[in-house]
């Protein structure tokens, strides 16, 4: 049973270039949610998702951040316009409904030139 | 709203000495408590979880927590250290309903010492 995925690994844009990072979650999950990591700060909740809907964004920033969960296909987190201060790794999670646990991908490391 | 204190960024043990990772929460409805560990560039592993009934909670690798409602701590603790252990370590609470995303501590370095 694979978990979740998540791609890129590692993505390297310059200041003003679109991001885009996608999660595939574990079979039979419906729930996605996006973290940020940041250093000495532990995980940050950004976004809460299921197919079609978003439930929860109260973690996303008011501009340039964007997600979605399609009816098919993986969640993508798009960040538009980066700047250096996006640079962070970025983790998926999946969970079935109403479980409370999380099982996470191994996260997508965006740096910003 | 729900938070998380982790008392201590960085902790130092011994190989073979206990290890113990401090874990305190907020929360206005009962919680479900988490330990997750994150290996260097890695994602996050779940090591054990508290949700109803006993509250001492054993998890993989030897480590176990106990839910103490009336100090509103979940501590983690392990008899004996070894070098895999050398990690960073999260505690998390959500609420018992699973309607609210995981929130999260900052996270405590555990560095083993031979």
């Known amino acids: 049973n694979a978990g979740v995925m998540q791609n890129p690994r590692h993505l390297v844009r310059r200041r003003g270039q679109e991001a885009r990072l996608r999660c595939s979650p574990m079979?039979?999950?419906?729930?996605v949610y996006w973290y940020r990591q940041l250093p000495e700060e532990g995980l940050k909740f950004m976004v809460y998702l299921q197919k079609e809907n978003i439930i929860d964004e109260s973690g996303m920033p008011k501009e340039r951040f964007s997600a979605e969960f399609p009816k098919e296909g993986p969640s993508i987190l798009r960040i538009q316009q980066v700047v250096r201060g996006d640079s962070a790794a970025y983790f998926c999670a999946s969970s079935p409904p109403s479980i409370g646990e999380l099982f996470f991908g191994e996260g997508s490391r965006l740096t910003v030139l | 709203a729900q938070s998380v204190t982790q008392l201590g960024s960085h902790v130092s043990v011994s190989e073979g000495a206990l290890v113990l990772l401090r874990c305190n929460y907020s929360s206005s409805v009962p919680p479900y408590l988490f330990w997750y560990v994150q290996y260097p560039n890695q994602g996050l592993q779940l090591l054990l979880k508290y949700t109803t009934g006993a509250t001492l909670v054993k998890g993989i690798n030897g480590f176990e927590a106990e839910f103490k409602k009336s100090e509103t701590s979940f501590h983690l603790t392990k008899p004996s250290a070894h070098m895999s252990d050398a990690a960073e370590y999260f505690c998390a609470v959500s609420d018992q309903a699973g309607n609210t995303p995981l929130v999260f501590g900052k996270g405590t370095r555990l560095s083993v010492i031979a």
């Open positions: 079979k039979g999950h419906s729930h």
